[in-house]
T-cell receptor, first 110, second 112 residues
Framework: TQLLEQSPQFLSIQEGENLTVYCNSS?????LQWYRQEPGEGPVLLVT?????EVKKLKRLTFQFGDARKDSSLHITAAQPGDTGLYLC??????????FGEGTQLTVNP | IAGITQAPTSQILAAGRRMTLRCTQD?????MYWYRQDLGLGLRLIHY???????GKGEVPDGYSVSRANTDDFPLTLASAVPSQTSVYFC???????????FGPGTRLTVL
C-alpha cells in the first residue's frame, strides 16, 4: 500500500492552461516536500510545507498543505513547456526518513 | 562544489555479473540513500544509511548490498545481476532523515 497517493499519474496539457496535482495520505505528516524531476536528471526540491493550511508560492506554482497535514496540492498557473517533468511529493511522518509518492508526469505542449 | 556524483553514467551488464554503482557526496551529509526508478515514475528506496558505519534496508533491498565506511561514499553492489534490476538508480543525501534530499544525476543500468 502506497503511503502517499499522487493524482493524476499522467497529465498532458496545452501551454497556457492551469492544472492542479494532488498528494494524499491517511497519515499525518510533520512536513511535506515537493520535488520536480526533469528528463535525465535527479529530482530537485521545489518547496517544503510544515504548517497545516500553509500556502507557499513560487512564481506560477502554488503549494498548499492541508489543514490536517494529510494532503497537499500543487497548482500551476499558465503552464509553460519548461514546466514539463515529473512532480513528486515526499512526506515525513516520523522525522526519520522521507516517503515518496509515485509522482505525476506532466507534459506541457507548445 | 559537485554535490553528489554517481558513476558510471550508464552500464550494460550481462546477467549474473557483479556490479558496483558508486556514489560520492561532498556536502558532509549524515544520511545517504539509494533509490531505483522504473518507467520514469516513482522512487523506490533500496537501502539507506543514517550515518557512517550504519545501513538499513528500504522497500526493495533484495539482490542489493551497501556499505558506508565513511561519510562521503555509499556504494551499491549487485552481487549477481538479473534483468529485473534494469532501472535508473539514484543516490541521494540529506543532513538528516527528514531533511531535503539532494540527488545525483543517476546511473542507467541495463541487465541483459
Amino acid at each position: 500500500t502506497q503511503l502517499l497517493e499522487q493524482s493524476p499519474q499522467f497529465l498532458s496539457i496545452q501551454e497556457g492552461e492551469n492544472l492542479t496535482v494532488y498528494c494524499n495520505s491517511s497519515s499525518v505528516f510533520s512536513s511535506l516536500q515537493w520535488y520536480r524531476q526533469e528528463p535525465g536528471e535527479g529530482p530537485v526540491l521545489l518547496v517544503t510545507v510544515v504548517t497545516g493550511g500553509e500556502v507557499k508560492k513560487l512564481k506560477r506554482l502554488t503549494f498548499q498543505f492541508g489543514d490536517a497535514r494529510k494532503d497537499s496540492s500543487l497548482h500551476i498557473t499558465a503552464a509553460q513547456p519548461g514546466d514539463t517533468g515529473l512532480y513528486l511529493c515526499a512526506g515525513d511522518t516520523s522525522g526519520s526518513r522521507l516517503t515518496f509518492g509515485e509522482g505525476t508526469q506532466l507534459t506541457v505542449n507548445p | 562544489i559537485a554535490g553528489i556524483t554517481q558513476a558510471p553514467t550508464s552500464q550494460i551488464l550481462a546477467a549474473g555479473r557483479r556490479m558496483t554503482l558508486r556514489c560520492t557526496q561532498d556536502m558532509r551529509h549524515n544520511a545517504m540513500y539509494w533509490y531505483r526508478q522504473d518507467l520514469g515514475l516513482g522512487l523506490r528506496l533500496i537501502h539507506y544509511s543514517n550515518t557512517a558505519g550504519t545501513t538499513g534496508k528500504g522497500e526493495v533491498p533484495d539482490g542489493y548490498s551497501v556499505s558506508r565506511a565513511n561519510t562521503d561514499d555509499f556504494p551499491l553492489t549487485l552481487a549477481s545481476a538479473v534483468p529485473s534490476q534494469t532501472s535508473v538508480y539514484f543516490c541521494a543525501s540529506s543532513d538528516s532523515g527528514a531533511d531535503t534530499q539532494y540527488f545525483g544525476p543517476g546511473t542507467r543500468l541495463t541487465v541483459l
